[in-house]
């Protein structure tokens, strides 16, 4: 039995179930406003269905998590890939443990299009399984990472509740000074979702077309002797070189659009050699980001929050405010044993110290202490509602660059996430 063959028809089975619960609650939510018998009935039957669909998508999963498991030896948690994979089932369990507890449908709405867009993310990485290096054999990283990715799960589904809230409570109809700018953060967040929506258009689409550049870099470090050591390697592109790596010559250039050369060169203080293939991919993101984000502009014809919140009207804001709490206030003590404590394990047991101050232990220090921040406000100051939202929202984009910047674009020792 091929169990590698079995995962990846389970993962792909998961992505098309996940895509058809949130269309599912979409029609819950947005099709109670067109029915003219019973609205609620109608939100309760398509609620129904679209829960159970995630769930079926949720199982589909966890046969990918396992079957992947079992034909690679090890737990698929070892690379980009696979802990982007483990963190959207992670979601998916603390979605499910929230639902369950408060039965609304809207943040199915919000928590399965981020499933999706982080499903889709993982996909952008290679996905052959890759031997353990020395500093990930050992049993825990099973502890560190599973445990970690949960506690970042239950933000998640803190933040999906959050983001509604404020789209729910954010008046759109304020000109003053106050409402305008609580309208721009608001789009602004919905606009920093969209670009990550863009990147992934970006890559799949020039994968689809097949599009390929090489470079040819050589880089030049002197030992602690004194003595110079050169090293040339091949940087592969999948977007168009808009940056090309520092100290390189092309190899091979697929024209696009009528470019057939970078237009610079990637600065020299960037590090490593996949720094301006990163940067290449920044820009790339942003660029298709504000392209999809035109679009949906004009589609809808005014801010995509203002358009969103009319949708939102008959649903209670506390009773978001009380989902986003009470998922942080699960997810922080998960998060805590295995970001920091459990880490801190790891960290002594691979490289002989409990603290090194790498790019990512620091990142989990300073999401720690924001999530702590947000605890001790609500708890000790009161800080309810709108506050509170934000807040969740801002932890959750912490959270996103701990994972995405951090592991992408920060050299470290987790710098271990695939091409």
């Known amino acids: 039995m091929n169990w590698l063959d079995i995962s990846s028809t389970a993962f792909i089975i998961a992505f098309f179930l996940y895509c058809a619960a949130f269309i599912f609650y979409a029609v819950a939510i947005g099709g109670k406003r067109w029915s003219n018998r019973d609205p609620e009935a109608h939100n309760r039957r398509w609620?129904?269905?679209a829960f159970a669909t995630a769930i079926l998508g949720w199982a589909a999963h966890l046969t990918f998590f396992f079957t992947r498991w079992a034909g690679g030896g090890h737990i698929p948690t070892s690379n980009m890939y696979e802990f982007m994979t483990f963190l959207a089932m992670a979601i998916m369990f603390a979605f499910i443990i929230v639902h369950l507890i408060?039965?609304?449908n809207l943040l199915g709405a919000f928590a399965l299009p981020l499933v999706v867009i982080i499903v889709a993310y993982a996909s952008v990485f290679p996905s052959e399984v890759q031997p353990l290096i020395p500093a990930l054999n050992n049993y825990w990283l099973k502890i560190h990472v599973t445990t970690a990715a949960t506690g970042e799960a239950f933000f998640a589904v803190g933040f999906a509740a959050a983001l509604v809230q404020l789209l729910r409570v954010v008046d759109f109809s304020r000109t003053d000074k106050k409402g305008r700018r609580e309208q721009r953060w608001t789009e602004f967040v919905l606009f920093f979702m969209v670009i990550i929506v863009g990147f992934l258009v970006a890559v799949f689409g020039f994968r689809a077309g097949g599009y390929e550049a090489k470079f040819q870099q050589e880089s030049v470090s002197i030992d602690q002797q004194g003595v110079e050591h050169s090293k040339v390697q091949t940087v592969e592109?999948?977007?168009p070189p808009i940056v090309k790596p520092y100290n390189s010559e092309k190899l091979s250039m697929d024209a696009f659009l009528g470019m057939k050369e970078p237009l610079f060169e990637a600065p020299s203080w960037m590090n490593g050699v996949n720094a301006g293939r990163k940067l290449n991919t920044v820009i790339w993101s942003v660029l298709s980001g504000l392209i999809l984000y035109a679009v949906l502009r004009l589609i809808s014809r005014k801010p995509l929050a203002a358009r969103i919140h009319p949708y939102l009207g008959d649903i209670d804001p506390e009773d978001l405010d009380e989902i986003s709490y009470r998922a942080i206030a699960i997810g922080f003590p998960i998060f805590?044993?295995?970001a920091l404590i459990f880490a801190m394990i790891w960290a002594q047991i691979a490289w002989s110290r409990?603290?090194?101050?790498?790019?990512?232990e620091v990142w989990?220090?300073?999401?720690?202490?924001?999530?702590?921040?947000?605890?001790?406000l609500r708890l000790s100051r009161g800080w309810q509602g709108t506050r509170s939202a934000w807040l969740a929202v801002i932890g959750f984009l912490v959270v996103l660059f701990t994972l995405?910047?951090?592991n992408l674009v920060i050299a470290g020792l987790h710098s271990y996430a695939g091409a």
């Open 102 to 104: 408060y039965k609304n």
């Open 336 to 338: 805590t044993l295995g």
């Open 354 to 360: 409990f603290w090194g101050w790498d790019p990512k």
């Open 237 to 239: 592109y999948g977007l």
């Open 364 to 376: 989990a220090l300073i999401t720690w202490l924001f999530y702590s921040a947000y605890l001790h």
């Open 404 to 406: 995405i910047g951090v």
């Open 47 to 49: 609620g129904r269905i």
